[in-house]
């Protein structure tokens, strides 16, 4: 676990990565359920998978950030409107009330939202590298976001308009340092299991056509309980003859179509491996079906799952196909892919379990950047964006009767703990923050924000602690509607633990029999 304080003024979500780190020891000490090794974590949305039993957390796939401040925000609403509940408001005017701030807010951060002018290709480059950043403030990677956040636009420029993420592949070498990793603009895969022949095929070609195949290309015994009668041994070496000529009729069309590297997610055996090999071809089996499947994206043409129709148009292509040698692994590349534009990003490091959360933590950047380029406005966080939007909603609570005054008063008031956590991640005073916060925003200083560096308050737009507006909008909508959902629940029934389940009663008198009474 991590408990590193960002060194980079951070966005809300440097809160919610850290507040979770503070307070892992608590909440996770009997560990995750079902996991069978360790987990390295930082983000909140891992936390919420391991505790979930693997449900996906919804807006990490969507959005990729915000998970953390979805769950503080919807805890503090619900902790602000406990006393209304138990003085007996009817939820819905609760319900009600948590809506309508939540428009006001949102169509508040739309309003303030910058919009940075995507002509600019200079200017929206350090607006994309600035969001990467952000995102990676609070991660273990903090050191080195610099490095990374250059990786990560670098990446997602790489993709065509469509920006799909499943077009961008990440890898894991272990050994090496952070910034041994690289970036490859082309699809790149771990060099799959290879039989005797594998040696002899060449390593690298200059345009090469390529065959992807769901065909086995492997002599196989007979499955269990198989029975063939025959009468004399030429029958039996006709059959023995009969199934090599299947096979290297197999070879043959694939040789004859004029494929020089062969991938198939099924088997390529000894024999065929080394057929390729005589006649200059590179093949690979057992290739994961996502690494064939984003192949085929990338180079074109289509997995075929028979040999006999390998056309032209059924051939993928790209510029150069090479295998090289990556720390301790090889891997094949292929780059300059015509029909999708595709990269990978090769991860180095140490542990497993660190490179699982780099991996984390770059997903959560890669979708930070393609939220900003698809949406292009941007707002100021540690703290500034919610600081605003609870100035905001407390005036205008002001301004209407009843019971709704209230708790959009409640709902405002609630905004204030993505600061005050910042603070108390970073060991500051979060009162004196706090105070000086709503004293520079009611003077209309509405970007201003936590500073973790110098223990105070900063403007965060003109530090460039941005994130996209996109994000806060998610985030709030979130966490508004998780706390509308609980409010709304009147009753909850429980089931009373058996007796059997590990009670010292049960537990002392398992495996001693009992005598059945004599009737005299």
Request: glycine share 8%; hydrophobic share 40%; with cysteine.
């Amino acid at each position: 676990m991590s408990f590193e304080v960002p060194s980079h003024p951070d966005c809300s979500e440097s809160l919610g990565n850290s507040a979770t780190n503070l307070r892992a020891e608590k909440s996770l000490s009997s560990g995750f359920p079902g996991s069978s090794g360790v987990v390295l974590w930082c983000g909140g949305d891992t936390v919420g998978l391991a505790q979930h039993g693997g449900d996906p957390v919804s807006l990490s796939l969507q959005v990729g950030d915000g998970t953390t401040s979805v769950t503080l925000l919807a805890a503090e609403f619900l902790k602000q409107v406990k006393p209304y509940v138990e003085e007996g408001l009817h939820p819905q005017i609760i319900i009600r009330a948590f809506r309508t701030a939540t428009q006001l807010a949102v169509n508040k951060i739309k309003d303030i939202a910058v919009s940075v002018k995507k002509e600019d290709k200079d200017e929206q480059r350090s607006l994309l590298e600035k969001c990467a950043a952000t995102a990676l403030s609070s991660k273990l990677i903090s050191q080195s976001k610099e490095f990374f956040s250059k990786m990560v636009v670098d990446a997602v420029m790489m993709l065509d308009d469509l920006l799909q993420l499943k077009m961008i592949g990440i890898k894991q070498v272990q050994g090496g340092a952070l910034e041994d990793s690289q970036l490859v603009a082309g699809v790149a895969f771990k060099k799959t299991f290879s039989y005797a022949g594998f040696e002899m095929q060449p390593k690298k070609y200059q345009s090469p056509k390529i065959a992807l195949l769901n065909v086995e290309l492997e002599l196989k015994a007979e499955k269990d309980n198989a029975e063939v009668r025959v009468n004399t041994v030429e029958d039996y070496q006709a059959i023995v003859d009969a199934e090599w000529n299947i096979l290297y009729d197999k070879l043959d069309k694939i040789h004859k179509s004029g494929a020089k590297v062969v991938l198939s997610k099924l088997p390529i055996g000894d024999v065929a491996t080394q057929y390729f090999a005589d006649r200059d071809m590179f093949c690979a089996g057992r290739v994961p079906e996502e690494d064939l499947k984003r192949t085929m994206m990338a180079c074109g043409g289509s997995i075929q799952t028979s040999v006999n129709a390998l056309s032209d148009d059924v051939l993928g292509r790209c510029e150069l196909f090479e295998e090289t040698q990556i720390g301790g692994e090889r891997y094949n590349l292929f780059t300059g892919c015509p029909k999708a534009k595709t990269c990978t990003i090769i991860l180095r490091g140490g542990a497993k379990q660190f490179m699982e959360e780099t991996e984390r933590s770059l997903h959560d950047a890669i979708m930070i950047v393609r939220r900003a380029i698809k949406n292009d406005s941007v707002v100021a966080g540690g703290g500034a964006i919610e600081m605003e939007l609870s100035k905001y909603l407390r005036d205008y609570s002001r301004t209407i009767p009843g019971k709704q005054q209230l708790l959009i008063g409640a709902y405002a008031k609630a905004l204030e703990i993505i600061p005050r956590q910042l603070c108390d991640n970073a060991g500051f005073d979060a009162t004196n923050i706090l105070n000086k916060l709503r004293a520079k925003h009611a003077q209309g200083g509405m970007w201003y924000g936590v500073d973790v560096t110098n223990e105070d308050i900063a403007d965060n737009f003109s530090a460039c602690v941005w994130e996209p507006a996109v994000v806060r909008i998610n985030a709030l909508t979130a966490a508004s509607e998780a706390a509308c959902l609980i409010v709304s629940v009147d009753e909850t029934i429980r089931n009373p633990r058996s007796s059997l389940d590990g009670s010292p009663a049960a537990a002392a008198g398992r495996g001693r029999a009992r005598a059945r009474p004599h009737n005299h």
